[in-house]
């Protein structure tokens, strides 16, 4: 991560911030960006605590905005100054504002109690819990949600805050009344003012790392200061803590060396590097219509037969190490296949939002080791379907040019291809990223057909003639895709 006084505007960025009011002296907070997927989650969990909450976006509306008026949390529209003129207890600042946004200059300006999101979370929540925090490239929506529903299921009750909702749930944020929090671990940076990354400020008792390989170009300026952030994190746990790793993945292992806490590798029986075995394995892994089953293997015995509502041998290591920390934290073997077999998704990832002649899935991959893997996924799932793949990358990170040649390999593994054009913003360089016409033509010149349009509602009138019965469409995007799936679907359906 950047040091703050290499930035420009050092000087707005490295200030003396006042020391945060202990907790019980907190009874408002004010949240600047709150309508993000993460500021959102804690303004509701702020809410559920009892906290008067407020805070102001840019652009509110739904389903986020909704989300919040039904908590009772006042959203104001736009940014001001003047919103702080009564300031709140604390002041939550969210890791899209720059020095000079107006509300963040104003918090910095008047000496506001002022910090990031997992600041936040770590002072009023984490300070008597004993977070199970979950990190890594891919994987940690899904791994989060599938922990805090096993530990759910085992009478655990665990506090949460997840990047993602559950199927079933509109909620991202819960208190429980448990021991264990379960957070996603991000490693984007918390604030303008403080560059580490979230997911060290978490204060991790037990901690999963699902995988390692470079991503957010956009802060992370190569392989080794990517994965030196990932060291630091396995810094923060307790010799008592444990460190769940993947014990598939070289780069995560090597992670061993960076911590004093207890260690467990996870990962299907024949994997293993040479000399090793895996204190959670799966055995006699086997896909099926709708998922995939295994016999759950701890400490070199079978302990639980688990039938997986989900596809992709991705889902399978995330329920491994899901079964580490679960029965670490005192569920028993059974209670955790239990729990795995009744765990019904996160919305967004392999999310069916159609079911009639064309199956409509909807995913949030957008790194392409996660397409690759998603459609793999959604092969074994739903075998014998055509795979047409709709992708859009839409972060900053993901519509780097560094990732154009990897994303067009792993579409070739689709049956069809439709790209849309990502969006440009006003201080963008086109040469920084991805030209979908190019990334098309690499993919039909494997053989595989494809198409890249300017927009998602260019594009739709194509697909929709292209989708025959029997095939799957699915779409990719961390972003809104501006309503195409809802659009597809309902087209479908329409036609039905």
Known sequence: MRRLDSFPDAALRVFDRPPLPPPEAIESVYLIGICGKGMGALAELLAQAGYRVSGSDEAAYPPMSTRLA??????????????????????????????????????????????????????????????????????????????????????????????????????????????????????????????????????????????????????????????????????????????????????????????WSRLQFYGVEGAEPAGARFDVAARDLRTRDGGQSFTLVVDGQAAAEVELPAGGRYNAMNALAVAAVALDAGATAQQVADGLATFAGMKRRQEVRHDGEVLVVDDFAHHPTAVAATVQGVRERW????????????????????????????????????LSTPPLRHNDDPAHFVDPDAMAETVRQSGTPAAAYPSADALLPDLLAALQPGDLALVMSNGSFDGLVAKLAAALEAGE
């Open 70 to 259: 039904a908590a009772g949390i006042t959203v104001l529209e736009g940014y001001d100054a003047a919103h702080l003129d009564d300031p709140a207890d604390l002041v939550v600042v969210g890791n899209a504002a720059t020095p000079d946004h107006p509300e963040a200059a104003a918090a910095r300006e008047r000496g506001l109690a002022q910090a990031s999101l997992p600041e936040t979370l770590a002072h009023l929540f984490l300070g008597r819990r004993r977070p199970a925090v979950v990190a890594g490239t891919h994987g940690k929506t899904t791994t989060t949600g599938m922990l805090v529903h096993v530990l759910r299921q085992a009478g655990l009750d665990p506090g949460f805050l997840v990047g993602g909702v559950l199927v079933g749930e509109e909620r991202t944020a819960g208190l429980g009344t448990g021991a264990a929090f379960a957070v996603e671990g991000d490693e984007y940076d918390a604030a303008y003012f403080d560059k580490r990354p979230k997911m060290v400020l978490y204060r991790p008792h037990r901690a999963i790392v699902t995988s390692l390989e470079f991503d957010h170009a956009d802060i992370y300026a190569d392989w080794d200061e990517y994965r030196r952030a990932f060291q630091a994190f396995a810094t923060r746990l307790p010799p008592d803590g444990l460190l769940v790793l993947n014990g598939e993945d070289a780069d995560v292992r090597e992670l061993a060396d960076w911590t």
């Open 383 to 418: 075998p014998g379907r055509r795979v047409v793949a709709v992708f859009e990358p839409r972060s900053n990170s993901s519509r780097r040019s560094a990732f154009q040649a990897p994303y067009a390999a792993s579409l070739t593994t689709a049956d069809a291809v439709f």
